[in-house]
């Protein structure tokens, strides 16, 4: 089994910084990819940022060049910096973990609590 904790969150004005981590424990297969996603109520949780075991990143539009998302392998931690934060982008942030053994299974997909972000104007 495993599972995601995540941390960092909380509140910061405007043009401020946040760190978001999130650490995986439990059996973590090769074939994976980690990644953060949003959800403000009532609304569709959206992708923000993911990254391959390969190491390719993949990035929302709406944060291009603000927002930073790397891994530490070997503490089963992905991270997303966040710079240049906007009041829209106030949301709860979920860490989210898929994998496989194999190439050829489906994904099995894991998701963290959220730790809720709030950017004040």
């Known amino acids: 089994q495993v599972q995601l904790v995540e941390s960092g969150g909380g509140l910061v004005q405007a043009g401020g910084s946040l760190r978001l981590s999130c650490v995986a424990s439990?059996?973590?297969?090769?074939?994976?990819?980690m990644g953060w996603y949003r959800q403000a109520p009532g609304k569709q949780r959206e992708l923000v940022a993911t990254?391959?075991?390969?190491?390719?990143?993949k990035y929302a539009d709406f944060v291009k060049g603000r927002f930073t998302i790397y891994r530490d392998r070997a503490k089963n931690t992905v991270y997303l910096e966040m710079n240049g934060l906007k009041p829209e982008d106030t949301d709860v942030y979920y860490c989210?973990?898929?994998?496989?053994?194999?190439?050829?299974?489906?994904?099995?997909?894991?998701w963290g609590q959220g730790t809720p972000v709030t950017v004040s104007s």
């Open positions: 990254i391959a075991s390969g190491g390719g990143t």
């Open positions: 439990g059996s973590i297969f090769i074939i994976n990819v």
């Open positions: 989210n973990v898929k994998q496989k053994r194999y190439i050829w299974e489906s994904w099995y997909v894991i």
